[in-house]
């Protein structure tokens, strides 16, 4: 049995969706254990580009369990179309698995999202994607969520529903608005959909732990990324669930010494989509050709995705605070036709700001608050860019062999700086746009 957790080591949009898909040849199982349908994560397989939000990419391979687990947040009509799209798609969705302990997203907490987004003021606003994350999870953290497996018991779900609608008005009141909730409807319309859903629901943890006891290979696919974690992220600009692998355990059930790899997703530059700090942000021309070349538009909300020079400071500290045991090196196709590339080693602040915080004035880990980031000067190393592979090229990319010497070079920059080893290299969307440098894929 290997049990891998797949994550992001960035600000989420690594490419987990390809790499994911990549790994789940060999699992028995695929698990997403947080966050909800703020992700999205693109899958690109003969030439079809699969967008997946809630339902693990592994269900793409056809013969995998899918589970959705614990600590996600579910919302039921999304997922419903979901499961529609890939079925029409022709991909068998028998595999798929909800658990009984996840939260529901409801109509309401999407309003909400909403409400809460546009009373921060502006420089507080956090870019969220609106899909009700931050408020199902409040509602989880107060004890008041509704979890998939209430569906069961209409009398608990409609006092439930009532609740939360209640709540949902007082909470709308207290930020001015009057929330025009239509109680009977969303119940009726939960039923529905609750109905459809409900062959799939099942106390994941037993499940999943019983295929630790047979041995079976399972693939835990995290979804955001370890800067937009809401304990180790660029706090209040994160997300509202863990997305650091220590989660992974908890939002799953498999216990953390069943856990044997920890594989951590780097894309070859850094982005960003939403508000907050981002210290390596091209602002300029080339900031433009990378998400250009890159074609860094958020998978689910189609926002642009801010660019930048890839951060080493938030690499090294990603695998240390994940105990990241091996990485996978995504899009390093989008940087070729560059003469230099800059790669950032580390951070300055200030004297005063350093002595004020108990540090150096060189950071080599990612501070903790943002007002020191803010402050932070990121220190570049320049090194060779890749200009002789043009876009033909990379489709004639078999082994290592044929990669270009200085990508060579910035991957060996990677792995020394952040003390980890890069395992996959991933050079195009498609699945054979990749390599294999364990040898165990
Ligand atoms: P995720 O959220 O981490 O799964 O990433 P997304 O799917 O949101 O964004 C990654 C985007 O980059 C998708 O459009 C992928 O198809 C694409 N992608 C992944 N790996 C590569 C790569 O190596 N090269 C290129 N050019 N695109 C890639
Ligand atoms: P994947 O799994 C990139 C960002 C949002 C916003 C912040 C909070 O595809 O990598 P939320 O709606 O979660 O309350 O928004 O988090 N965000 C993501 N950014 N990739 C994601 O997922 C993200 N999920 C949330 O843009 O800044
Ligand atoms: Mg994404």
């Known amino acids: 049995m290997v049990c891998t957790i797949l994550m992001g080591t960035q600000w989420g949009d690594e490419g987990k969706g390809k790499i994911t898909d990549i790994l789940a040849e060999k699992a ?11 992700a999205g994560h693109t899958i690109v397989v003969g030439g079809r580009t699969f967008k997946l939000h809630l339902v693990p990419s592994g269900v793409i391979r056809g013969n995998k369990m899918a589970v959705i687990g614990d600590g996600t947040v579910i919302d ?17 969705t028998a595999g798929v698995v909800i658990s009984d302990r996840a939260h529901l997203i409801m109509p309401y907490h999407k309003q909400l ?24 999870y409040q509602d989880k953290a107060a004890r008041v969520g509704i979890r998939v497996g209430d569906l069961r018991y209409p009398t608990l779900l409609k006092e439930k529903v009532e609740n939360g ?30 109905m459809t859903l409900l062959p799939h629901v099942r106390d994941a943890p037993l499940l999943l732990n019983g295929l630790v006891e047979s041995g079976k290979n399972i693939l835990l696919e995290g979804a955001q990324g370890t800067f937009l974690d809401i304990d180790r992220g660029t706090y209040p600009f994160v997300t509202s669930s863990s997305c650091t692998a220590g989660y992974a355990s908890a939002g799953s059930g498999i216990g953390p010494f069943d856990i044997d790899r920890i594989m951590g997703v780097v894309k070859a530059y850094t982005t960003r989509v939403g508000e907050g700090p981002f210290p390596t942000e091209l602002k300029d021309e080339v900031g433009k050709l990378i ?22 400071v938030m690499v090294r500290s990603s695998v240390r605070w994940n105990s990241i045991t091996d990485l996978a090196l995504t899009k390093v196709d989008v940087l070729s036709g560059f003469n230099d590339l800059k790669i950032c080693t580390g951070y300055r602040i200030p004297l005063e700001d350093a002595e004020n915080h108990g540090l ?32 033909d090229d990379w489709k004639l990319v078999k082994g290592q062999e044929d990669l270009p010497g200085a ?35």
């Open 360 to 391: 150096g004035t060189e950071l080599r880990y990612f501070p903790s608050h943002i007002k020191l980031l803010e402050k932070a000067t990121p220190v570049y190393k320049k090194v060779k860019g890749w200009t002789e592979m043009t876009g």
């Open 76 to 92: 039921p009509w999304v997922l419903k179309n979901e499961l529609d799209y890939l079925e029409d798609a022709g991909i068998n």
């Open 113 to 136: 999202d909403g409400l809460q987004e546009a009373a921060r003021k502006d420089g507080g606003k956090v870019g969220t994607t609106g899909r009700g994350i931050g408020p199902c």
């Open 291 to 312: 998400q250009e070349r890159g074609g860094e538009y958020g998978t689910t909300t189609n926002r642009p995705r801010r660019c930048g020079w890839l951060d080493l």
């Open 165 to 194: 609608v209640r709540n949902a008005i007082l909470a709308g009141n207290a930020m001015g608005v009057d929330l025009e909730i239509d109680e009977v409807s969303v119940l009726r319309s939960l039923t529905e959909v609750g």
């Open 28 to 38: 028995d199982a695929v698990v997403r254990y947080q966050g909800g349908n703020n």
């Open 407 to 441: 990508l060579l070079d910035y991957m060996s920059m990677i792995e020394r700086e952040v003390n980890s080893s890069i395992s996959i290299v991933s050079f195009g969307r498609e699945r054979e746009h990749t390599i294999d440098l364990s040898g165990d894929l």
